[in-house]
Structure formats: C-alpha cells, structure tokens
C-alpha cells in the first residue's frame, strides 16, 4: 500500500525511545520528514532530519517545541503526540501532586502542542494528530489511577479535536496500544520492577491478553504511521486499539 507520505513534514513527541522511536523510525522509512522530540539532547537516529530537547510537561515546553520544529521543517503536516508519564499506585495513594503531573504529562502535553501546531496545519491546507493513549484510558487500571484518567481524558480530547476540526482538513485519531516492549515496562524501576518480580510481572501481564503477550513497538507504529498517512484520508475521530484483544 502506498501510504502517500512522501516529504510530510511531521513532529513525534517521545520520539527517541520507545514506541515514540518506533513511530519516528516508520515515518521516516515512508519518506516523512520527521523531527523528534523529548528531554533528551540528542536524536534517536532513525532517520529524522532534526531533534528538538523539550520539556513538554512544562507549560511553555510544547510551544516551543513546535516553533523549533518548523524551523526545520518549513511546514506542518502532522503530529504524533506520544509523551506521557506512568507508575504504579494504589487510588489511596495519589496525591494531589500526583494527579496534576499525570494530567500535564499525559494530556496538558498534548493539548499544547495541539494548540501550537494547529495554525501550521490549517496553514498547510489540513493536516493529521495521532494521540497515543492506553488501554488504562478505556479499562482503568487499579495499579495505575492517575495515568488512566488522565488517559481517558486524551480520548476525549482527541475526539473534541476531531469534531472541531474536520471541515478544515484536520484528522484528530487515538492508538490505543496495551502492554509493549519497550522501557516504560523492561526498563530498571519500570512498570515491571514496581510490581514486583520481573519476569512473573510479565508473563502475569502477558497471559492476561487474549493473544496471551505483549506488544512490539513496531506493532503500535504501524498503525499511528498508517493513521498519520493519506490512505487513512476518511478516518477522524477513531480509537485504534493495538491491545492484543485487551478492549475493543
């Protein structure tokens, strides 16, 4: 399939690690013209033509970014909003703090470099955002309370973008990916490591998917590269699970 992506000049947040990375790496391996961002100085390497170092759970962060962005890119075709921030506690557990920081990490995030990219993309004649939420957004998880609200929240902003924007050529989608290989779970003090032991955290997780494992980061990609792309030209307002059967 031709994904018509050729010299789209598209922005991924998160993108040096993760299912960021994978995104980043697949748009450019479709001919997109990528920059990345995250806090991190340096670039992932796949292919990107510039990074950006950003703070995106600062307020003034995304704006930034953005601006930093179309200094390389010239123009504005799309954005992946991918970073976020999870742990594990009980309800009980969250403090005030707590959830202010999963709602500007998860979805204050997104908000403002939506906000900042919007009048590129109108500029650009429409555009598309792909906003990675979780499957805690649509089935909270007791381990992870702050995270899931704040991730149900994304799903409904996502759609408010959609709705508002679909008579100017804007495309607003979710990608709903549930447990995947990457850092935020394998990494030392990630996901796994908080719940216990390793490997039973994981192969307890894994079992609990219908297709009983979990996700590669090229899996997710595939469908935020698909949903960014011209192919997916009558999609807006979705919620693409790439959960492995974990919620519709």
């Known amino acids: ?56 759970f600062e307020p003034a962060g995304p704006g930034a970014m953005i601006e930093a962005a179309l200094s390389h890119l010239g123009r504005l075709d799309g954005l992946v909003n991918n970073v976020g921030f999870a742990a594990i506690r009980r309800l009980d557990e969250v403090t005030d703090d707590d959830w202010l920081f999963a709602f500007q990490a998860n979805v204050m995030s997104a908000i403002r470099a939506t906000r900042a990219a919007m009048p590129h993309l109108l500029a650009a004649g429409g555009g598309s955002i792909v906003n990675i939420a979780s499957t805690a957004g649509r089935r909270p998880s007791l381990r992870m309370p702050d995270y899931s609200v704040a991730k149900a929240a994304l799903l409904a902003y996502s759609r408010q973008v959609a709705d508002t924007y679909a008579g100017e050529g804007i495309r607003c989608n979710a990608v709903i990916p549930g447990p995947t290989l990457t850092d935020a779970w394998l990494g030392d003090g990630g996901l796994a490591d908080q719940q216990g032991e390793r490997e039973a955290v994981l192969a307890k997780a894994a079992a609990a998917r219908p297709l009983g494992r979990f996700a590669d980061a090229d899996e997710i990609a595939a469908a935020a590269v698909f949903l960014c792309s011209d192919a997916a030209s009558y999609v807006t307002g979705a919620e693409w699970s790439v959960s492995g059967g974990t919620v519709p």
């Open 1 to 56: 399939m031709d994904l018509r992506l050729e010299d789209k000049a598209i922005v991924v947040t998160g993108g040096t690690a993760g299912i960021g990375r994978a995104i980043a790496a697949a748009l450019a391996a479709e001919g997109a013209r990528v920059v990345t961002s995250s806090r991190s100085a340096e670039g992932a390497g796949v292919g990107e033509v510039a990074h950006v170092g950003a703070d995106l």
